[in-house]
């Protein structure tokens, strides 16, 4: 089974447009995969303009394209562990420094003194 790739999410740690090309060659495939980098600042703008960064949620998402790791859960987590009000934006922007340095890819484990 192969996965041809992602744009926008591919949550491995490589924020490319991704995708795949399978070649045939004697009688078998060859699968190359491919990463192609794209500007999203128009993206970024169409959801300014229509109001979706007003929301944390919206912010979380957005980190996520950026750094193609996931964070949701982390970021849940993190705000349980310290009484932190999940859809404040001084919750997010305190998580984000906590995670500058996550392992692209990965999901961040925070304990609650860290």
């Given at each position: 089974?192969?996965?041809?790739?992602?744009?926008?999410?591919?949550?491995?740690g490589?924020p490319?447009?991704?995708?795949?090309?399978?070649?045939?060659?004697?009688?078998?495939?060859?699968?190359?995969?491919?990463?192609v980098?794209?500007?999203?600042?128009?993206?970024?703008?169409?959801?300014?303009?229509?109001?979706?960064?007003?929301?944390?949620?919206?912010?979380?998402?957005?980190?996520?394209?950026?750094?193609?790791?996931?964070?949701?859960?982390?970021?849940?987590?993190f705000?349980?562990?310290?009484?932190?009000?999940?859809?404040?934006?001084?919750?997010?922007?305190?998580?984000?420094?906590?995670?500058?340095?996550?392992?692209?890819?990965?999901?961040?484990?925070?304990?609650?003194?860290?």
């Open positions: 089974m192969l996965n041809c790739g992602a744009v926008g999410a591919p949550y491995n490589d490319t447009a991704q995708y795949l090309v399978l070649t045939s060659r004697d009688g078998t495939w060859e699968a190359d995969f491919r990463g980098p794209y500007d999203r600042a128009p993206l970024y703008a169409a959801w300014e303009r229509a109001g979706y960064m007003e929301h944390v949620i919206a912010r979380v998402f957005r980190y996520e394209v950026e750094t193609a790791t996931y964070h949701l859960e982390s970021y849940l987590e705000c349980r562990a310290r009484g932190l009000d999940r859809n404040a934006l001084a919750s997010f922007e305190e998580y984000r420094r906590a995670s500058w340095n996550v392992r692209p890819g990965r999901s961040l484990r925070l304990r609650a003194e860290g």
